[in-house]
Nanobody, 119 residues
Framework: VQLQASGGGLVQPGGSLRLSCAAS????????MYWVRQAPGKEIEWVSA????????YYTDTVKGRATISRDNARDTLYLQMNSLKSEDTAVYYC?????????????RGQGTLVTVSS
């Protein structure tokens, strides 16, 4: 199983980024998919989730209205569009997969991509 996140980088406050997560080694379309993040010195934070069919999405309050999670089941790829970025969004972002809806201890979690929001 592989979950490879990409798309991170340095962005100014107020800017945007689109993160991607390429999945392989499991039946992507059957799994709930998640984005979680870990800021420096802090615990992992659940950010967003999407149902296996991509119909329903869920967000933590701190990103609601600024983030959009989506998936392409034909390409086994998960996305996170982040707008109006703030310094507190600085973190390593990871994608994760699970057959169930949960907020931790996922079946799979990949390597992350660093997002730094700074002027």
């Amino acid at each position: 199983v592989q979950l490879q996140a990409s798309g991170g980088g340095l962005v100014q406050p107020g800017g945007s980024l689109r993160l991607s997560c390429a999945a392989s080694g499991f039946t992507f379309r059957r799994y709930w998919m998640y984005w979680v993040r870990q800021a420096p010195g802090k615990e992992i934070e659940w950010v967003s989730a999407i149902t296996p069919d991509g119909v329903f999405t869920y967000y933590t309050d701190t990103v609601k209205g600024r983030a959009t999670i989506s998936r392409d089941n034909a390409r086994d790829t998960l996305y996170l569009q982040m707008n109006s970025l703030k310094s507190e969004d600085t973190a390593v972002y990871y994608c994760a997969a699970d057959l169930k809806y949960k907020k931790g201890s996922y079946d799979y979690r990949g390597q992350g991509t660093l997002v730094t929001v700074s002027s």
